[in-house]
DNA sequence: GTCTATATAGGGATAGAC
DNA sequence: GTCTATCCCTATATAGAC
């Protein structure tokens, strides 16, 4: 076994990941993952049986980078204004550097949500709960307004995430440049932070 | 309605606005639509020429729909905190009934922009300038912290459209039921003008 | 206008040589 | 393991009867 061997299938999941991302699972072509893997269409289905197989080793491999680093961020031992520092500054670096991830995992959940159930029972705890009492615990400790701590989770994860998923709308919206919607969404790393804790502090 | 009448192209239109926002454009099967409106898939080609042609009149219904609601709602006369409020209602109230759309436009745009450009081009203004030109009004004044207006415009369309984008995700996430999601939603459209004032607002 | 039947193409998958 | 050639089904689109 040489690591010549791995070489191919190694192509293939970047080549898919890729492909996958930039046009969906219906809108990908089996030829384009071989075209961009440098590779033959057939050696796809010799690594993996079919399109499905290979759309499942990608879509399962971005929920795993992605939904438990949020969770492991929000369920920390960080006291809560340190948290939701850290959970814009890391998580939104993350997405910098994976942009399309929003946009794929949404579209493809939504267009079959079985996939995400199968992910959710063998793979990992979906619910922030030590995030969610410990904004009840701020809360009783009058550090904070009181309100309903689901509605604190999702305003984070909207903020951090949305601007991502509707970035071709909001550059044209903004009238910016590829350049300078980079730079907004960086400014916003430092911005929201303020803007999210402002918000939360009991005057 | 039968096939005999003639209402068959608004059939085909309602059809396909439901087919394409649940499947997207590749997803979609020229049949499904044809059993969706009762009537046969050669029909779908005598009204409109092509699976093209139909996507084309339902998405750009879809923009028009939703993008200038926003902008007449952000660009009316009405004073900044009251304003605020009737965005959240309104828009929250318009997503309700129509909770695909946010996915649907979204993962369409980020995988064919020029459709984009030349709505834009030619049907509507797409930057909100008398709303940014209210929030330096009110910074200005000394009623709202100092800031970017735009972080404030962008952090309004993420809080009121994410959750319905991440409906799927959320919703398993928060482990709630259709009418629980639904309900959170509802809460949420009363929570939000106060989260986001209460950010802004001058100490 | 609406149908049935069919042409045509495209794309996922397999066979078999090397 | 990797290629070329090919199978075969599915989906868009058209032809033509009524």
Redesign the interface.
């Known amino acids: 076994m040489g690591p010549t061997e791995h070489h191919s299938e190694e192509a293939i999941l970047n080549a898919a990941q890729i492909v996958f991302l930039?046009?969906?699972?219906?809108?990908t072509r089996m030829q384009e993952i071989a075209d961009e893997a440098g590779i033959n269409k057939a050696l796809l289905h010799y690594y993996f049986r079919s399109k499905d197989k290979i759309f499942e080793a990608i879509f399962l491999g971005s929920l795993k980078n992605f939904?438990p680093q949020i969770l492991e961020i929000l369920d920390s031992d960080e006291p809560f204004e340190k948290k939701i520092n850290t959970f814009f500054s890391n998580y939104i670096g993350l997405l910098l550097k994976n942009p399309?991830i929003p946009?794929f995992?949404?579209?493809e959940?939504?267009?079959n949500?079985e996939r995400?159930?199968s992910f959710?029972k063998k793979s990992f705890e979906?619910?922030p709960k030590k995030f969610l009492k410990q904004i009840k615990d701020e809360i009783d400790a009058g550090r904070i307004?009181k309100?309903?701590p689901?509605?604190i989770l999702?305003?984070l994860?909207?903020?951090a995430?949305?601007?991502f998923?509707?970035?071709?709308?909001?550059q044209?919206?903004?009238?910016l440049t590829d350049e300078e919607f980079k730079q907004?969404i960086i400014?916003?790393k430092k911005?929201l932070p303020e803007?999210?804790m402002?918000?939360l502090r009991k005057?």
């Open positions: 930039r046009r969906g699972f219906y809108g939904l399309h946009n995992i949404m579209h959940v939504a267009h949500p995400l159930q959710f979906a619910i307004e309100q309903d689901r509605h999702v305003s994860l909207s903020l995430i949305f601007p998923a509707a970035k071709p709308i909001l044209f919206g903004l009238n907004f400014e916003r911005y803007f999210v402002k918000s005057k």
